[in-house]
């Protein structure tokens, strides 16, 4: 349950990110993790699961295809006002 907790909490921040039109490399940090918490949410379901870790995968290998250098996890900033 609380890895289900962390994908949603990613997707929250991710969409709050997008809103506020944040950097192209922020955005692909944040889906990385949340790839991560993905996989992590798949393997606590157990068996049942192999075709969304089979996704994730797919996912993962497209976005190494992007050539993009992995970055380390943002912390989630609030806009300075």
């Known amino acids: ?3 289900a907790r962390r994908v949603l909490e ?3 921040r991710i969409e709050r990110l997008r809103q506020r039109a944040a950097p192209a490399a922020q955005l692909l940090a944040e889906l990385r993790a949340l ?3 993905g996989k992590a949410w798949a393997a606590s379901e157990g068996p049942s699961a192999a ?3 089979s996704s994730l995968t797919r996912l993962e290998d497209a976005l190494a ?3 993009a250098s992995p970055t380390e996890e ?3 900033q ?3 006002i």
Do not use: C, Q, Y
């Open 35 to 37: 790839l991560d918490e």
């Open 65 to 67: 295809a992007t050539g």
């Open 74 to 76: 943002v912390t989630e």
């Open 1 to 3: 349950m609380e890895e």
């Open 10 to 12: 990613r997707l929250e």
């Open 78 to 80: 609030e806009p300075a």
């Open 51 to 53: 075709a969304a870790e």
